[in-house]
Structure formats: structure tokens, C-alpha cells
């Protein structure tokens, strides 16, 4: 938060635009945060396309130029077995890449092979250079001007339908991943569940709407609304898996 309000006033003294590194959806909240008690309101979150997880931060005065902090690769898989997205995440951060010069990573959906991914402008040529496979599978990346028409919504969420006694967060979190209560509180003792990136200590804590679970080694949910009661005194709530 300290660098983003560092970098509000630079952005607001020099009247130069400002960009940081892609931020996770908790480093959002608070960039914004920071961004607000700075008093900057002239900023967004970009990450490519409408709705993606991971944004740069852009710090755009008024009356200054605008730059494209981000860009675009085709990465276009030769072999098998394909590699899916923990390969990819890998074989791009192997390049001697932080996590922050990567966004997000979307599989085509109509062409197995191909995925693409959203990257820092000024790192796109060095993965279009270097990287050469993921996984054990021969891999091409090019630089393409944009994202294909029908991955610019994003990848779609199916979102499901659960009833749960309370809404704390091992009766929730035992809702999502279609287990027992008992099997969500383990999770939670053996320190493998965060809520927002941060980590969650007791399973009677209380979660809100938007909140976004990661369960270590299993993957990651999101409570996408929280509805009314049945007769049977329980909470209607709707939730997808990332």
C-alpha cells in the first residue's frame, strides 16, 4: 500500500501515467485502498479483457499520455501430453519472471492445443524468445495484437447452488467442495484454507459475499451471493470454482 500511494503522488506531481505489476484480486482491494488515501482518483484496474482475475494497477492523470502497460501471446502447444495451466505458469515463471509480469492464462476452448496469456508489454518479447515447452511439450509463443472475440468475457464459471446451516466459513467451505463439515474443519486446522489470501484461523469465522476461498492442493472458490432462508432455517447461498 505504501508503494501505490508512493506512486499516486509521483503520478499527480509529474502529471505521468504510473502502472504497477498484475495484482491478485486481495492486492486489488488494497491498492485501491491505498489509491483513495492518497486522494488519486484517477486510476483503473486493467488485466486484458472484462472481468480478468489478475489487473495492473493504471495510474493515469488527466492530462497525461496514456501507455499500454500489457499485451498479448499465442502460445500454440506441439506434442502431447498438453500442457494445461500449472505448465504454462511454470515454464513462464522458469524464464527468471516474477509472478507479477504474468496475468492471467486462458485455454482456447475451441482448439485444445492453443492457449494465450496476458503479460507485462515490456516482458512479451522475452517470452516470445525463450520460452520453448512446458511440461515436456514443445511449445510456440507469439505475440498476437488481442485477444480472440470469444475469450474476451473471460473463461466461464459454472455457479452452483447450496444450502448451509450458518454461514461460517467450514459449513460454507464443506457446501463448496461437496464434503463433510467435519472434512472442511481439518482443512482449516492444518492451516491449508486462506479467505481473501489470507489465512483463515478458526472454522466459526463468519464469510461475506465476494469472499474468495483457496484450499491448498485442491484449488479455489468464490461465494458469488448470498440469498434468503428456506423453511428449514437454512442459508441459500451460490458459489463457482475458479
Same mark, same amino acid.
Given at each position: 500500500m505504501r508503494r501505490v500511494e508512493e506512486l499516486c503522488r509521483v503520478a499527480a506531481s509529474r502529471s505521468i501515467p504510473r502502472y504497477t505489476?498484475?495484482?491478485?484480486?486481495?492486492?486489488?482491494?488494497?491498492?485501491?485502498?491505498?489509491?483513495?488515501?492518497?486522494g488519486f482518483t484517477s486510476f483503473r484496474f486493467w488485466g486484458g479483457y472484462d472481468g480478468a482475475e489478475r489487473c495492473v494497477l493504471c495510474l493515469e492523470p488527466p492530462d497525461a499520455w496514456q501507455e499500454e502497460p500489457l499485451g498479448y501471446l @499465442?502460445?500454440?502447444? *506441439?506434442?502431447q501430453p498438453l500442457p494445461d495451466h500449472r505448465?504454462?505458469?511454470?515454464?513462464? $515463471?522458469?524464464?527468471?519472471?516474477?509472478?507479477t509480469c504474468l496475468g492471467?492464462?486462458?485455454?482456447?476452448?475451441?482448439?485444445?492445443?492453443?492457449?494465450?496469456?496476458v503479460a507485462l508489454a515490456d516482458k512479451l518479447e522475452l517470452i516470445a524468445a525463450e520460452l520453448t515447452s512446458a511440461g515436456r511439450c514443445p511449445v510456440r509463443a507469439e505475440i498476437c495484437d488481442a485477444l480472440p472475440a470469444h475469450l474476451l468475457q473471460g473463461p466461464a464459471r459454472i455457479c452452483q447452488e447450496a444450502t448451509v446451516p450458518s454461514l461460517r466459513a467450514d459449513a460454507v467451505l464443506?457446501?463448496?467442495?461437496?464434503?463433510? @463439515?467435519?472434512?472442511a *474443519?481439518?482443512?482449516?486446522?492444518?492451516?491449508?484454507?486462506?479467505?481473501?489470501?489470507?489465512? $483463515?484461523?478458526?472454522?466459526?469465522?463468519?464469510?461475506?459475499?465476494?469472499d474468495v476461498f483457496t484450499v491448498r492442493g485442491v484449488g479455489r472458490y468464490r461465494l458469488a451471493e448470498i440469498g434468503g432462508k428456506s423453511r428449514k432455517d437454512r442459508v441459500f447461498i451460490s458459489f463457482f470454482q475458479y
Open positions: 505489476g498484475f495484482l491478485s484480486d486481495r492486492e486489488q482491494v488494497l491498492a485501491q485502498a491505498a489509491c483513495h488515501r492518497a @499465442r502460445l500454440t502447444a *506441439a506434442g505448465a504454462y505458469l511454470g515454464a513462464i $515463471l522458469g524464464l527468471g519472471l516474477e509472478r492471467d492464462l486462458l485455454p482456447d476452448p475451441q482448439q485444445a492445443a492453443l492457449f494465450y496469456a464443506a457446501a463448496m467442495m461437496h464434503t463433510s @463439515r467435519a472434512r *474443519a481439518d482443512y482449516i486446522a492444518a492451516g491449508r484454507v486462506e479467505i481473501n489470501h489470507l489465512p $483463515l484461523r478458526a472454522a466459526h469465522e463468519p464469510v461475506f459475499a465476494q
